[in-house]
């Protein structure tokens, strides 16, 4: 039998994802689940009856177009159009994906080769470091530092190389909760411009901003010809169970990540595909109450964590608050967040996990607040027995 490495070596070390293992540990036992970033409720019943009539009717049981349904692809454009005033061509500028991880694996093996660097911001989603081996480039990370969590431009500036070949930009930034403001992001696109660089962007998050506003890179001047965006209806309709994600960005830089994500899943979610489209045509009141509504269950739990001893990053975004355990007495996340379940029931998220760095986020642990109020208050009961 042969003695080398089952496992491609560019994968190595990264094995089972953190969020499996501590799943798999509040099942086993019986804790509550602030680690994985679902929601414990669906989104809108309109959305859900949606893909039932959908489901009856025949559309999209079959296989879907490859880019996507054109009514999603259309509904998209207009999400743009009406959010952010961005032109987009739904024929040859749009690609729907199987969620916005596929989205982001397409992008990094369709735009990527052997020896490139990708800049990204640390702590990053741990598909990222995945992607960018698969696709044999080099990560070179930009360490996000408690407590703003800002990304240093001028140190940004000089990790670009000859090799430098994308930056990938994650805002609303998870784990932190990070927002790039404008004058930051008008930072990075004239680093790109001056460079010649692609931007992948995930987006993901782009409706659930709590302090500031969500701009997108590709709307500035010079960034729509070089900018992959990525977003997805998981984390803005609570459905993140359907994996419907999207692409958007000049014709030539679809055409490629298509030509890549092609060969991943060819499609996906058909029905899904569908209910959708009428999701993203939602009245503006409904963006406005998710968000809000969103915005009360992080400060309950901000609140909660703070009472029981934690140091709290007070997230601009997302569905995750950053914290420090160190003023508990404790220095190590990992350890801490495996033995929590067992000390009072609750699971969390080490961010160790999403540094190279891995000192930098030794004592930072990430709670998920994307949950019922109920279950937030009995988290934050148990979470004071510490």
């Known amino acids: 039998m042969s003695t080398r490495p089952l496992l491609n070596r560019s994968l ?7 969020f499996a293992e501590m799943s798999a540990l509040a099942t086993a036992t019986g804790s509550i689940n602030l680690g994985q ?23 999209g049981n079959q296989y879907p177009p490859g880019p996507g349904v054109p009514e999603l692809r259309t509904a998209i454009a207009e999400h743009q159009e009406r959010f952010y005033g961005l032109t987009v061509d739904p024929g040859t ?24 660097e990708v800049i990204a911001f640390e702590p990053f989603y741990d598909s990222y470091a995945a992607c960018i081996a698969m696709a044999g480039a080099k990560r070179v990370p930009l360490t996000l530092r408690a407590p703003s969590f800002r990304p240093d431009l001028d140190e940004l500036r000089a990790l670009v190389t000859p090799r430098t070949r994308l930056l990938l930009v994650n805002t609303p930034h998870n784990p932190t909760g990070t927002v790039l403001t404008p004058e930051e992001l008008a930072a990075i696109a004239e680093l790109a411009v001056e460079h010649d660089l692609l931007v992948v962007t995930d987006e993901v998050y782009e409706h659930l901003v709590f302090t500031g506003a969500h701009h997108p890179l590709a709307a500035l001047p010079g960034m729509r010809e070089r900018t992959v965006a990525i977003s997805s209806a998981g984390k803005t309709f609570s459905f993140t169970g359907w994996k419907v994600g999207w692409v958007t960005g000049a014709p030539e830089l679809v055409a490629a990540v298509r030509t890549a994500k092609q ?13 959708v489209a009428e999701a993203l045509r939602l ?14 269950k992080r400060d309950l739990l901000t609140a ?32 801490f967040c495996r033995t929590l379940p067992e000390r009072c029931g609750v699971v969390a998220i080490p961010n160790a996990v999403f540094y190279d760095d891995a000192e930098a986020g030794r004592a930072q642990v990430r709670f998920a607040f994307c949950k019922k109020d109920e279950v937030l208050r009995e988290a934050v009961a148990r979470l004071r027995r510490l």
């Open 12 to 18: 190595a070390g990264m094995g089972t994802t953190i």
């Open 37 to 59: 970033g679902f929601p414990d409720t669906d989104g809108p019943e309109a959305v859900r009856e949606a893909a039932v009539r959908a489901l009856r009717e025949g559309l």
């Open 93 to 116: 500028e749009v690609l729907v994906t199987a969620g916005a991880t596929e989205a982001i694996a397409a992008a990094l093996l369709a735009l990527l080769e052997p020896g490139d």
């Open 263 to 275: 060969y991943l899943t060819y499609v996906s979610a058909g029905p899904f595909q569908y209910a």
């Open 283 to 296: 009245p503006d009141d409904y963006y406005a109450g998710f968000r809000a509504d969103l915005h009360r």
């Open 304 to 335: 909660g964590l703070d009472a029981a001893g934690f140091r709290v990053f007070e997230p601009q975004g997302t569905y995750f608050v950053t914290t420090d355990i160190t003023p508990l007495g404790e220095k190590d996340g990992i350890e």
